[in-house]
């Protein structure tokens, strides 16, 4: 990614990924906490930071958020501030992995195994010969599918090598072709997650006594995961995933992060989550206060956000603003709707991006939003808009608008307000007469 000091560069520079480790001096921008949560110093994920440096501290995060609202760049950059003082994460992202429509949660203590020996190979690890035979013994023994064949031949040639290098790319090879399988073939797939299932205790046994090694080998450093794009699951295949199995996903010795939907926050089964898991919430960035009056500091830091990324002469007058105020705070749609109009300024030839430009962008934006409502909704909907932001009652109507993103969740007090362009929406079809912007 580059700075787009020109129209044609802001199409990359607005791409909806996360940053990366290696883009992180040049574009990440400091101090959006204190606009998130209206404290500086209160900070989820510092103290998600400060808990993996602390081995006396509890392992296991939920971290809760809207889709778009940061929490990739801002794990990415605690990752890059944690392997600064020498400690060794690995980022999963699932939804590259796995595919998020078929997903339980023995996939994840499959990609967990994975994750710790791509620790332990890096580190170079002295992990005993015996436990890298209990892993591949424990995917071919009692397997009656094609598997059992594949890995008894990787089980052979960890028992034949003698260098630690030969023995981990052997194991690593076997968890490609597990990942491969997971994905891809049903018949198998099932055979992995019955071994977990009917073995958790025996995996869980395996996984921490590799996790100990590396812990060991580092100075008392545990390894860090983290597991990326579980808030897009859908409500019931979330608790699917963790519900069931809470004590078990809780339960490593070493920390795990794991992203989890912001609605299911208000599912009643949630508070027992919280029994096992340490739970964070990272809020969007608030661009107006709960009376509806525009929040200029908030408002400000999203422009130096955009500032990091791009000359704001690309913009013409007002038009950054006029993006920031309908996007309500959500960089994801902020981003979209900037990249969607310099794309049309380029095909009209213009060196800027216009009003037009923009209104045009949120046009479509605003369609996507409001197919996600059926008009049963619109009361809700209403009501939250005409004041009842902090105690909503229909739960489960909350839950889905916010998974919508149709809802948005601030901070500061834990209050909610309707997507500006959902607003914009209910003005034209009459619904809502007032003046307010």
Not at 224 to 235: A, H, S, V
Not at 275 to 301: A, C, R, W
Not at 386 to 410: H, T
């Amino acid at each position: 990614m580059r700075y787009a000091t020109q129209l044609s560069e802001m199409i990359n520079a607005f791409s909806p990924a996360p940053l990366q480790i290696e883009q992180m001096n040049k574009f990440y921008c400091e101090d959006t906490m204190e606009y998130r949560t209206s404290d500086k110093y209160n900070s989820p994920i510092e103290d998600i930071f400060d808990s993996c440096q602390n081995k006396e501290e509890y392992a296991a995060f939920l971290l809760l958020g809207h889709r778009g609202c940061g929490k990739s760049t801002e794990l990415n950059r605690m990752s890059e501030r944690l392997v600064d003082k020498g400690y060794y994460v690995k980022t999963v992202h699932c939804g590259m992995d796995l595919d998020l429509f078929n997903i339980v949660h023995s996939d994840l203590f499959i990609l967990m195994g994975e994750a710790l020996l791509q620790i332990a190979q890096k580190l170079q690890c002295k992990i005993e010969k015996k436990v890298l035979e209990q892993i591949t013994t424990f995917w071919y023994e009692g397997t009656e599918t094609v598997i059992s064949q594949e890995a008894e031949e990787l089980c052979a040639e960890v028992g034949a090598s003698v260098e630690l290098k030969g023995i981990f790319t052997n194991i690593l090879t076997l968890f490609g072709k597990i990942k491969t399988d997971l994905k891809f073939n049903e018949e198998t797939r099932r055979e992995y997650r019955r071994k977990i299932n009917v073995r958790t205790s025996e995996w869980i046994e395996i996984l921490s006594l590799v996790s100990e090694e590396i812990t060991k080998q580092t100075e008392g450093k545990r390894p860090i995961i983290i597991f990326e794009d579980l808030d897009k699951l859908n409500p019931e295949d979330a608790w699917k995933v963790f519900y069931n199995y809470v004590s078990s996903l809780s339960g490593m010795k070493f920390p795990v992060i794991y992203t989890f939907p912001i609605g299911l926050s208000y599912d009643a089964r949630f508070s027992a989550m919280e029994s096992y898991f340490v739970t964070k919430t990272l809020p969007m960035i608030k661009i107006e206060t709960i009376t509806g009056q525009p929040f200029q500091d908030g408002i400000d830091i999203i422009c130096k956000i955009v500032e990091k990324r791009a000359k704001l002469e690309l913009f013409e007058a007002d038009v950054l603003k006029n993006l920031i105020q309908y996007t309500g705070g959500s960089l994801r749609d902020l981003f979209y709707t900037i990249n969607s109009s310099a794309k049309r300024a380029l095909r009209r030839n213009s060196e800027t991006i216009s009003m037009e430009d923009a209104e045009r962008a949120l046009e479509e934006l605003k369609t996507n939003l409001t197919r996600r409502i059926e008009e049963k909704e619109y009361d809700f909907l209403l009501n939250i808009y005409n004041g009842n932001k902090e105690r909503i009652e229909n739960k489960e109507m909350l839950l889905e608008m916010l998974q919508a993103s149709v809802v948005l969740e601030y901070n500061g007090k834990r209050w909610h307000n309707v997507h500006p362009l959902v607003i914009k929406f209910f003005k034209e079809q009459g619904l809502i007469t007032d003046d307010r912007e």
